[in-house]
């Protein structure tokens, strides 16, 4: 039964399209929503995106674009989102075609804003999908590696573990390993809370601080993860397991972590705006810090989440980055 399901991506970022370069590994067909004509119509010219991961080749044979949203959703019965979490919302705004019956899996990391909600939570509840229905895919794995091919792990997570073996299984290839978990929730917070503290580590990189204070960050980092997933969902789970402590140091430390590289800015004296509109690229991050904030504020837990609350004040509140981060030394150890 599930060989003859159809799978749709939504999202023509670099995510995006290496899940629908893992996806035509084994698949004939492959739907693919993006928001640009352009870009369709030069994939299916000269076979490769024209914006992102560029140097993968596509078979313009395997694949079904549209710039319509409800098309591919008609047409596919798993539906991947790559679409990042601060356009989501408006995206989903064009959508009439019916949710109901469909399998939802989120490649996005990060926090819907209008809603302040993680990905499938916010699909559970204005959509009233089932969690059965939603699940997550979670890295450590960078988009640009996906493209070169070099071996990476990929995390499915779904309370259905038929559906996360059978998601799994289509995006396993020579050069991506998978695994499963039951843990939603969980996964996907943590694929949230890592965008903030790259955040926070490519401000400390950019404040001149050295590997040995980023080495006491990012152990400081993975405990606060564990206390503030364990306080909005709490479960039995392994917090150094590569869904979590992975993906955290793959974002805190790579060359192609976007996040990083916007708090790098940040702290080289970049101003929020100039930073983004330099990057030309979505660090999720910067909204992720919001949402986390505000949560841990509503819990009454804001003590609990030094590094967030360091991030915050610098992004949100003006704060001077040096000496935020003096003060926030004093609280890591």
Known sequence: MEDKLTFGVFGGGSWGTAIVKMLTENLDQVNWYMRSDSAIRHIKKEWHNPNYLSSV???????????????????????????PSAFLDRELQNLTASLTDKIIFSAIKGIVPESGRIVGEHFNEKYEIPFENIGVITGPCHAEEVALERLSYLTIACADADKAKMVAKHLKSDYIRTKISDD?????????????????????????????????????????????????????????????????????????????????????????KSAMMEMNMV???????????????????????????????????????????????????
Do not use: C, W
């Open 57 to 83: 080749e596509f078979d313009a044979n395997q694949l079904v674009m549209s710039h319509d949203i409800n098309e591919v959703v008609e047409a596919s019965d798993v539906l991947i989102f790559a679409i």
């Open 184 to 272: 939603i929730i969980g996964t996907e917070y943590a694929a949230m809370l890592k965008n903030i503290y790259a955040i926070a580590a490519g401000i400390a990189h950019g404040l001149g601080y050295g590997d040995n204070f980023q080495s006491v960050l990012m152990s400081n980092a993975i405990r606060e993860m564990k206390r503030f997933i364990d306080r909005v969902y709490k479960m039995k789970r392994n917090i150094n397991a590569s869904a979590y402590l992975g993906d955290l140091l793959v974002t805190g430390y790579s060359v192609f972590s976007r996040n990083r590289m916007f708090g790098n800015m940040i702290g080289k004296g970049y101003t929020v």
């Open 283 to 333: 660090a999720e991050g910067y909204y992720a810090t919001q949402s986390a904030h505000d949560l841990m504020e509503k819990l009454q837990k804001k003590s609990k989440t030094p590094i967030i609350n360091a991030v915050y004040q610098v992004l949100y509140k003006n704060k001077n980055p040096k000496k935020v981060f003096e003060k926030l030394t004093e609280k890591l150890d």
